[in-house]
C-alpha cells in the first residue's frame, strides 16, 4: 500500500525506507483503504520487511511439518483424537496469534503463525485418512474428490470474507471459527472403522461405526 504524510504527499517506498528519520503517524501515515494489517502494525517494512517475508514462509514450514506428522499421531491416537487434538492446538495458536500487537510480541506471532500451519496440515491429513477409510471403496474417489472440494471451498469463503473483513485480526480469527465448527460436527461421527478392526481390535465397535456409516 502507499503512504503518504500528514500533508497528504505521496511517499514512494524508496523515499520512506531512505529516510530513517521519519516516525509512522508523527510524519507519516498508512493509506490502506480502512484496513489493518499486521505488518504495519508490528512495523514490518523496511529493513524489517525481510521478517515479514519470514513469518509468511514459516507457515509453510509449519504446513509441511503437519503434513508429515499428521499420519503418525493418526496412528498413535486414532482418527477422531488426532483430528480433535490438531483442532484444539491450531485453535489456541490462532487465540495467541489475533491477540492486539499491544499486548503481544513478534516472537510469539510468529510461532502461532508456524504452529496454525502446522497444526491445520494435520488436520488436512487426518481429514483425509478418516474419510478415505469412512467410505465403501467403490466410493472413495467421490469420498475424496468431496473432501478436496471441502477443503478449496473453505479457502474460498476466506477470500470471500476477507473482502468484507477490513481488520486483520477478526480476518485471522475466520479460519479458527471455522475449526470450531467442525469441532462441533466431529463429536456426531463415529471412529473410522477400520481404525476400530486394525489398531483397537475391538469388533463390536467395528460394528458399530459400519452400521453407522451404513445408513448413508
Known sequence: CLTQTLNNTVLTRDTLCGNASLKLGTDFVWDT?????????????????????????????????????????????????GLYLSILVTMLAVVVEVLPTSISYLPVFILARMVIGAGGHVYFSGIQIYVLESFPTKLRPWGTLFSAFSW?????????????????????????????????????????????????????????????????
Open 33 to 81: 483503504d480502512g484496513r489493518t494489517s499486521y505488518a504495519i502494525e508490528y512495523g514490518l517494512y523496511c529493513e524489517r520487511e525481510w521478517i515479514y517475508t519470514m513469518t509468511n514462509s514459516l507457515y509453510f514450514v509449519g504446513a509441511m511439518i503437519g503434513l508429515s506428522i499428521g499420519g503418525p499421531i493418526m496412528d498413535i491416537y486414532g482418527r477422531k483424537p
Open 152 to 216: 478449496n471451498f473453505g479457502y474460498l469463503l476466506l477470500v470471500l470474507f476477507g473482502y468484507y473483513i477490513k481488520t486483520w485480526n477478526i480476518f485471522a480469527a475466520v479460519p479458527g471459527l471455522m475449526l470450531f465448527v467442525s469441532l462441533i460436527l466431529l463429536r456426531f461421527f463415529p471412529e473410522s472403522p477400520k481404525h476400530e478392526f486394525i489398531n483397537a481390535r475391538s469388533l463390536e465397535r467395528t460394528k458399530t461405526s459400519l452400521r453407522w456409516f451404513a445408513k448413508f
